[in-house]
Protein backbone atom coordinates (compact mmCIF):
# COMPACT_ATOMS: atom_id res chain seq x y z
CA UNK A 1 0.00 0.00 0.00
CA UNK A 2 1.80 2.87 -1.23
CA UNK A 3 0.97 6.59 0.03
CA UNK A 4 0.77 9.23 -2.32
CA UNK A 5 1.47 12.94 -1.89
CA UNK A 6 -2.39 14.33 -2.01
CA UNK A 7 -1.83 17.40 -4.84
CA UNK A 8 -1.11 14.37 -7.21
CA UNK A 9 -4.22 12.04 -6.93
CA UNK A 10 -2.79 9.62 -9.31
CA UNK A 11 -0.54 7.11 -9.31
CA UNK A 12 0.33 4.21 -11.94
CA UNK A 13 -2.16 3.61 -14.42
CA UNK A 14 -5.27 0.58 -14.08
CA UNK A 15 -5.25 -1.74 -17.29
CA UNK A 16 -7.54 0.05 -20.37
CA UNK A 17 -9.36 -2.04 -22.58
CA UNK A 18 -6.90 -2.29 -25.19
CA UNK A 19 -4.81 -3.99 -22.37
CA UNK A 20 -2.33 -1.10 -22.04
CA UNK A 21 -2.31 1.21 -18.94
CA UNK A 22 -5.13 3.57 -19.28
CA UNK A 23 -4.68 7.45 -17.88
CA UNK A 24 -5.59 7.42 -13.99
CA UNK A 25 -7.70 10.04 -14.66
CA UNK A 26 -10.19 8.84 -17.10
CA UNK A 27 -10.11 5.46 -14.72
CA UNK A 28 -11.53 7.25 -12.24
CA UNK A 29 -13.82 9.38 -14.32
CA UNK A 30 -15.65 5.60 -15.38
CA UNK A 31 -15.38 4.39 -11.77
CA UNK A 32 -17.21 7.47 -10.97
CA UNK A 33 -19.53 7.21 -13.55
CA UNK A 34 -20.71 3.66 -12.20
CA UNK A 35 -20.93 5.45 -8.69
CA UNK A 36 -23.42 7.98 -10.20
CA UNK A 37 -25.37 4.76 -12.20
CA UNK A 38 -25.12 2.10 -9.21
CA UNK A 39 -25.98 4.91 -7.23
CA UNK A 40 -29.04 6.08 -8.84
CA UNK A 41 -30.50 2.71 -9.36
CA UNK A 42 -30.33 1.66 -5.73
CA UNK A 43 -32.26 5.14 -5.19
CA UNK A 44 -29.61 7.12 -3.48
CA UNK A 45 -29.99 10.78 -2.90
CA UNK A 46 -27.66 12.89 -4.39
CA UNK A 47 -25.58 13.94 -1.41
CA UNK A 48 -24.85 10.30 -0.95
CA UNK A 49 -23.83 9.84 -4.20
CA UNK A 50 -21.53 12.92 -3.82
CA UNK A 51 -20.66 11.74 -0.60
CA UNK A 52 -19.87 8.36 -2.55
CA UNK A 53 -18.07 9.60 -5.02
CA UNK A 54 -15.95 12.17 -2.25
CA UNK A 55 -14.90 9.65 -0.85
CA UNK A 56 -13.41 7.28 -3.42
CA UNK A 57 -11.09 10.36 -4.74
CA UNK A 58 -9.74 11.06 -1.19
CA UNK A 59 -8.47 7.39 -0.77
CA UNK A 60 -6.84 7.18 -4.17
CA UNK A 61 -5.32 10.57 -3.14
CA UNK A 62 -3.79 8.87 -0.29
CA UNK A 63 -3.14 5.81 -2.41
CA UNK A 64 -1.54 3.89 -5.38
CA UNK A 65 -4.76 3.73 -8.04
CA UNK A 66 -3.07 -0.17 -8.68
CA UNK A 67 -3.19 -0.96 -5.14
CA UNK A 68 -6.80 -2.11 -4.81
CA UNK A 69 -9.35 -2.85 -7.60
CA UNK A 70 -10.94 0.85 -8.09
CA UNK A 71 -14.56 -0.85 -8.38
CA UNK A 72 -14.08 -2.35 -4.71
CA UNK A 73 -13.68 0.90 -3.56
CA UNK A 74 -16.08 2.46 -5.62
CA UNK A 75 -18.79 -0.17 -3.87
CA UNK A 76 -17.54 -0.46 -1.08
CA UNK A 77 -17.59 4.28 -1.05
CA UNK A 78 -21.22 3.56 -1.96
CA UNK A 79 -22.16 1.47 1.39
CA UNK A 80 -20.10 3.66 3.51
CA UNK A 81 -21.58 6.52 2.05
CA UNK A 82 -25.18 5.20 2.95
CA UNK A 83 -23.84 4.70 6.35
CA UNK A 84 -22.68 8.75 7.00
CA UNK A 85 -25.13 10.62 5.24
CA UNK A 86 -28.20 8.12 7.02
CA UNK A 87 -29.72 6.67 4.23
CA UNK A 88 -28.95 2.78 4.93
CA UNK A 89 -28.23 0.44 1.95
CA UNK A 90 -28.22 -3.26 1.46
CA UNK A 91 -25.01 -4.94 0.15
CA UNK A 92 -26.52 -7.98 -1.38
CA UNK A 93 -28.28 -4.77 -3.28
CA UNK A 94 -25.36 -3.25 -3.85
CA UNK A 95 -24.05 -6.47 -4.93
CA UNK A 96 -27.10 -7.12 -7.30
CA UNK A 97 -26.93 -3.65 -8.84
CA UNK A 98 -23.01 -3.63 -9.53
CA UNK A 99 -22.63 -7.44 -11.19
CA UNK A 100 -26.13 -6.02 -13.40
CA UNK A 101 -23.45 -2.99 -14.64
CA UNK A 102 -21.48 -5.50 -15.75
CA UNK A 103 -23.34 -8.52 -16.86
CA UNK A 104 -26.57 -6.23 -18.40
CA UNK A 105 -29.79 -8.68 -18.86
CA UNK A 106 -27.85 -11.30 -16.20
CA UNK A 107 -30.01 -12.89 -12.90
CA UNK A 108 -29.07 -11.75 -9.69
CA UNK A 109 -25.96 -13.74 -8.10
CA UNK A 110 -27.04 -16.87 -5.89
CA UNK A 111 -26.21 -16.45 -2.57
CA UNK A 112 -23.29 -19.13 -2.96
CA UNK A 113 -19.46 -18.59 -1.93
CA UNK A 114 -19.08 -15.95 -4.16
CA UNK A 115 -21.44 -13.72 -3.23
CA UNK A 116 -20.45 -13.99 0.59
CA UNK A 117 -16.56 -13.51 -0.94
CA UNK A 118 -17.65 -10.71 -2.68
CA UNK A 119 -19.76 -9.26 0.15
CA UNK A 120 -16.91 -9.76 2.73
CA UNK A 121 -14.52 -7.91 0.28
CA UNK A 122 -16.55 -5.35 0.52
CA UNK A 123 -16.76 -4.41 3.96
CA UNK A 124 -13.15 -5.33 4.30
CA UNK A 125 -12.77 -3.37 2.10
CA UNK A 126 -14.84 -0.51 3.85
CA UNK A 127 -12.70 -0.99 6.80
CA UNK A 128 -9.20 0.14 5.05
CA UNK A 129 -11.30 3.11 3.64
CA UNK A 130 -11.88 4.27 6.72
CA UNK A 131 -8.46 3.57 8.47
CA UNK A 132 -6.59 5.62 5.01
CA UNK A 133 -9.30 8.29 5.59
CA UNK A 134 -8.64 7.99 9.31
CA UNK A 135 -12.07 8.06 9.53
CA UNK A 136 -12.64 11.65 8.25
CA UNK A 137 -15.63 11.05 5.79
CA UNK A 138 -18.15 13.61 6.49
CA UNK A 139 -17.65 15.94 3.98
CA UNK A 140 -19.41 19.90 3.14
CA UNK A 141 -20.79 19.77 -0.36
CA UNK A 142 -21.44 22.46 -2.62
CA UNK A 143 -25.55 21.44 -3.27
CA UNK A 144 -26.65 23.97 -0.50
CA UNK A 145 -25.09 26.69 -2.12
CA UNK A 146 -25.75 25.76 -5.05
CA UNK A 147 -29.25 26.01 -4.04
CA UNK A 148 -29.67 29.22 -2.24
CA UNK A 149 -28.01 31.19 -4.97
CA UNK A 150 -30.27 29.89 -7.76
CA UNK A 151 -32.92 31.19 -5.78
CA UNK A 152 -30.99 34.04 -5.53
CA UNK A 153 -30.97 35.14 -9.00
CA UNK A 154 -34.09 33.99 -10.03
CA UNK A 155 -34.88 36.95 -8.03
CA UNK A 156 -32.56 38.95 -10.02
CA UNK A 157 -33.48 38.31 -13.32
CA UNK A 158 -36.42 38.86 -15.21
CA UNK A 159 -38.89 36.24 -15.61
CA UNK A 160 -38.91 35.86 -19.63
CA UNK A 161 -34.70 35.06 -19.27
CA UNK A 162 -34.86 32.64 -16.33
CA UNK A 163 -37.57 30.44 -17.83
CA UNK A 164 -36.20 30.59 -21.56
CA UNK A 165 -33.04 29.02 -20.44
CA UNK A 166 -32.17 26.00 -18.45
CA UNK A 167 -29.98 27.83 -16.09
CA UNK A 168 -30.84 25.90 -13.37
CA UNK A 169 -31.16 22.24 -14.85
CA UNK A 170 -27.71 22.76 -16.26
CA UNK A 171 -26.02 24.41 -13.50
CA UNK A 172 -26.95 20.59 -11.27
CA UNK A 173 -25.50 18.69 -14.10
CA UNK A 174 -22.21 20.67 -14.08
CA UNK A 175 -22.06 20.21 -10.25
CA UNK A 176 -22.80 16.28 -10.65
CA UNK A 177 -19.89 15.80 -13.69
CA UNK A 178 -18.06 17.59 -11.47
CA UNK A 179 -17.78 14.93 -9.20
CA UNK A 180 -15.85 12.72 -12.02
CA UNK A 181 -12.43 14.43 -10.91
CA UNK A 182 -11.24 15.26 -7.61
CA UNK A 183 -12.71 19.32 -7.66
CA UNK A 184 -14.63 18.43 -4.61
CA UNK A 185 -11.19 18.07 -2.63
CA UNK A 186 -9.60 21.02 -4.23
CA UNK A 187 -12.36 23.98 -3.70
CA UNK A 188 -14.57 24.92 -1.08
CA UNK A 189 -17.96 23.92 -1.51
CA UNK A 190 -19.00 27.65 -1.63
CA UNK A 191 -16.89 28.46 -4.45
CA UNK A 192 -17.67 25.08 -6.66
CA UNK A 193 -21.63 26.16 -6.51
CA UNK A 194 -20.61 29.77 -7.70
CA UNK A 195 -18.27 28.26 -10.24
CA UNK A 196 -21.18 25.74 -11.77
CA UNK A 197 -23.43 28.56 -11.47
CA UNK A 198 -21.07 30.77 -13.07
CA UNK A 199 -20.37 28.55 -16.43
CA UNK A 200 -24.50 27.69 -16.80
CA UNK A 201 -24.62 31.59 -17.28
CA UNK A 202 -21.87 31.90 -19.75
CA UNK A 203 -23.14 28.62 -21.65
CA UNK A 204 -26.41 30.84 -22.45
CA UNK A 205 -25.17 33.99 -22.36
CA UNK A 206 -27.01 35.32 -19.89
CA UNK A 207 -26.13 38.03 -17.79
CA UNK A 208 -26.84 39.47 -14.28
CA UNK A 209 -28.78 42.82 -14.10
CA UNK A 210 -25.75 45.69 -13.39
CA UNK A 211 -28.08 47.42 -10.94
CA UNK A 212 -27.65 43.93 -8.72
CA UNK A 213 -23.93 44.38 -8.93
CA UNK A 214 -24.33 47.84 -7.84
CA UNK A 215 -26.50 47.70 -4.82
CA UNK A 216 -23.57 45.31 -3.69
CA UNK A 217 -20.80 47.47 -5.40
CA UNK A 218 -19.05 44.06 -6.55
CA UNK A 219 -19.53 41.18 -9.18
CA UNK A 220 -22.06 38.93 -8.32
CA UNK A 221 -19.83 35.94 -8.16
CA UNK A 222 -17.76 37.77 -5.77
CA UNK A 223 -20.92 38.14 -3.52
CA UNK A 224 -21.50 34.67 -3.44
CA UNK A 225 -18.14 33.29 -2.91
CA UNK A 226 -17.49 35.30 0.43
CA UNK A 227 -17.64 32.09 2.02
CA UNK A 228 -20.34 33.07 3.55
CA UNK A 229 -22.15 29.69 5.91
CA UNK A 230 -25.94 28.27 5.26
CA UNK A 231 -26.52 26.12 8.09
Request: net charge negative.
Amino acid sequence: MEALDPESCGGVSAPGADGRPAPVERVHFRVTRFIMEAGVKLGMHSIPIATACTIYHKFFCEINVDAYDPYLVAMSSIYLAGKVEEQHLRTRDIINVSYRYFNPGSEPLELDSRFWELRDSIVQCELVVLRVLRFQVSFQHPHKYLLHYLVSLKNWLNRYSWQRTPISVTAWALLRDSYHGGLCLRFRAQHLAVAVLYMALQVYGVEVPAEAEAEAEKPWWQIYSMDTEIP
